[in-house]
């Protein structure tokens, strides 16, 4: 019999394109003691991003564009399409029988998922649309998570929650815009998926994501400028003779612009937020996480930023993250 001859697989170059559920299926292959319980959770926010994505296209069609009258713990108004978010990944997380407490920008307290049949080891904090006062004219806008391990599901308690972002072990983002993108770090590296609309998949584009030690671009809503801390202002003031300005107001569009081409992106605490606007375990612990795993720094200028322990949900803390030596330039300002 004449030998057989096999032609080589090109994998993930067009002929076999890598989808997200494969590839993480292929990392827990990598971790022995894995269960696949990690798996099951991340399907579940895959399939919450899939709908909010399509929703989002629909929104001006079908009227979930505008406020319900209602407004979040933050005080913020509550758009129609948060709420409908909120709804989605709750569900979905809680049905995956792999989440043991939810924290949700648009909930006032942590959820405990109490049947103990669907209650699994992990805490989900998320934003579940992030960027919503864009809504209505169309900007991007997208989906935060950040996931830790509880200590014991059998008695889950606020210590599982007020932690340093040290104990993260995956964190990521769902971009809705022109396209919709989801980045993902399971704590080896950070990786991009496109969503093919038409096969209902996440498309691994972006693989193995690493940000330049200095970029081009610095991010900051200058509007607050005059409220700024002095250091925060020298470095305004010294990166914009060599820098361009880019800022969307969405920070998922702001911090994906920032992973993908360098620079440095700021939020800092200030004279009218003195702990800062952003919140630390959905908003801060998430990117910082994503921004070191790509290889770029995260700090409020005096403390790297993961080192920030909560003292409740919906703590708040300034930010500024981006490329590692644009970073340690601007917490160089703070040492002077």
């Known amino acids: 019999m004449a030998d057989l001859k096999f032609d080589q697989i090109k994998v993930g170059r067009g002929e076999d394109l890598v989808t997200l559920t494969r590839w993480?299926?292929?990392?827990?292959?990598?971790?022995?003691?894995?269960?696949?319980?990690?798996?099951?959770?991340?399907?579940?926010?895959?399939?919450?991003?899939?709908?909010?994505?399509?929703?989002?296209?629909?929104?001006?069609?079908?009227?979930l564009l505008g406020l319900?009258?209602?407004?979040n713990v933050q005080g913020e108004e509550v758009?129609?399409?948060?709420?409908?978010?909120?709804?989605?990944?709750?569900?979905?997380?809680?049905?995956?029988?792999?989440?043991?407490i939810l924290v949700s920008e648009e909930d006032e307290n942590a959820?405990?998922?109490?049947?103990?049949?669907?209650?699994?080891?992990y805490i989900v904090t998320f934003d579940p649309l992030d960027g919503s006062s864009n809504i209505d004219c169309g900007v991007s806008i997208g989906t935060i998570f950040g996931i830790f391990k509880v200590a014991d599901s059998n008695n889950p308690s606020a210590k599982d929650?007020?932690?340093?972002?040290?104990?993260?072990?995956?964190?990521?983002?769902?971009?809705?815009?022109?396209?919709?993108?989801?980045?993902?770090s399971v704590g080896n590296g950070v990786n991009g998926f496109t969503l093919d609309p038409a096969i209902g998949?996440?498309?691994?584009?972006?693989?193995?994501?690493?940000?330049?030690?200095?970029g081009k671009i610095y991010s900051v809503n200058e509007g607050n400028y005059k409220h700024f801390d002095e250091p925060s202002k020298k470095y305004v003031d010294q990166v914009k003779q060599k820098y361009s300005a880019r800022y969307v107001g969405s920070m998922v569009s702001d911090i994906h612009r920032t992973l993908l081409y360098g620079g440095i992106?700021?939020?800092?605490?200030?004279?009218?937020?003195?702990?800062?606007?952003?919140?630390?375990?959905?908003?801060?612990?998430?990117?910082?996480?994503?921004?070191?795993?790509?290889?770029g720094k995260a700090s409020t200028g005096t403390k790297n930023a993961l080192d920030l322990v909560p003292e409740h949900i919906h703590d708040r803390s300034g930010i500024w993250l981006g490329s590692k030596e644009d970073v340690e330039e601007l917490e160089s300002f703070y040492k002077k």
């Open 265 to 295: 992106f700021g939020y800092p605490a200030d004279a009218k937020s003195k702990r800062g606007k952003l919140r630390i375990l959905y908003e801060v612990f998430p990117m910082s996480y994503l921004i070191e795993q790509a290889g």
């Open 24 to 63: 993480v299926i292929s990392q827990q292959q990598h971790v022995p003691e894995a269960s696949g319980d990690l798996t099951l959770l991340l399907s579940a926010i895959q399939f919450g991003c899939k709908f909010v994505a399509s929703k989002v296209k629909q929104a001006g069609l079908i009227n």
């Open 161 to 184: 929650l007020l932690r340093s972002g040290r104990n993260m072990i995956a964190a990521g983002y769902c971009m809705y815009g022109s396209y919709c993108e989801m980045i993902l």
């Open 79 to 100: 758009k129609k399409l948060d709420v409908l978010a909120n709804d989605i990944f709750r569900n979905a997380l809680i049905a995956s029988g792999k989440a043991c």
């Open 68 to 71: 319900t009258g209602a407004a």
């Open 201 to 214: 998949e996440f498309i691994m584009t972006h693989p193995n994501i690493r940000m330049p030690p200095r």
């Open 111 to 121: 959820m405990v998922i109490e049947d103990k049949n669907l209650r699994g080891k």
